[in-house]
Structure formats: structure tokens, C-alpha cells
């Protein structure tokens, strides 16, 4: 079992940043990437972007790319997200999934999820 906790989130103007973590722990040797998806309420889960652990791979929604930056460091078993030049339709919870398969595409099944945290972006 695989255990996904996340952080960072809150409050934050327009063209301001924020730096989402998520903490992976248990049987982690049995993911091979990771991701961040965010649902607004009312609308559509989003996938925003992955990263597999070997730092082979690395996808971006069109909505946040340019903007959006996901990382890892393998030794704390941590992904991130970095976002920057935020807007107000970034608003929406934020997600970290675990993954088994090596590359996942957008019909892929996550293995895990986290429990989500906020980020609130205001004009």
C-alpha cells in the first residue's frame, strides 16, 4: 500500500506562486510516476502533470505549461509543484496519484490518490 499526503496549498493573488508537496510513503518501490490533477466544483478532474521517478518523462497539461513546473527528489520519496504566474482558473483542489504503470496516459488508472489540498488563487 501506498499512502499520498499532500501540502502547500492556500491563498494566493494573481501572478503569484505556490508550491505544492506530496509525500509518498509505504510500498513506493511498487510506483513508477507520479501526478498532479486538480477538480474545480462542477467541472471535469484535469490532468495537470506527471513525472516517473526515473525523471525520464515528464507531461503538461496546455493549461498550466509554461507556467507549472513538477519535480521529485527520490531520496524523501517527494513530488512537487511548483506554480507560478498563477491565475484565478487555477483555482480548484490539487491531487497527487500514484501510478504503476511506467508511462501513463490519459485513460491510465492512478493506484493512489491523495486527499487533496486547496489552492485559491484571487484578483
Known amino acids: 500500500q501506498v499512502q499520498l499526503v499532500e501540502s502547500g496549498g492556500g491563498l494566493v493573488q494573481a501572478g503569484g506562486s505556490l508550491r505544492l508537496s506530496c509525500a509518498a510513503s509505504?510500498?513506493?518501490?511498487?510506483?513508477?510516476?507520479m501526478g498532479w490533477f486538480r477538480q474545480a466544483p462542477g467541472k471535469e478532474r484535469e490532468r495537470v502533470a506527471q513525472i516517473m521517478w526515473n525523471g525520464a518523462y515528464t507531461y503538461y497539461a496546455d493549461s498550466v505549461k509554461g507556467r507549472f513546473t513538477i519535480s521529485k527528489d527520490n531520496a524523501k520519496t517527494t513530488v512537487y509543484l511548483q506554480m507560478n504566474s498563477l491565475k484565478p482558473e487555477d483555482t480548484a483542489v490539487y491531487y497527487c496519484?500514484?501510478?504503476?504503470?511506467?508511462?501513463?496516459?490519459?485513460?491510465?488508472?492512478?493506484?493512489?490518490w491523495g486527499q487533496g489540498t486547496q489552492v485559491t488563487v484571487s484578483t
Open positions: 496519484a500514484a501510478y504503476s504503470i511506467l508511462v501513463p496516459g490519459a485513460n491510465s488508472p492512478v493506484n493512489y
Open positions: 509505504g510500498r513506493t518501490f511498487s510506483t513508477n510516476a
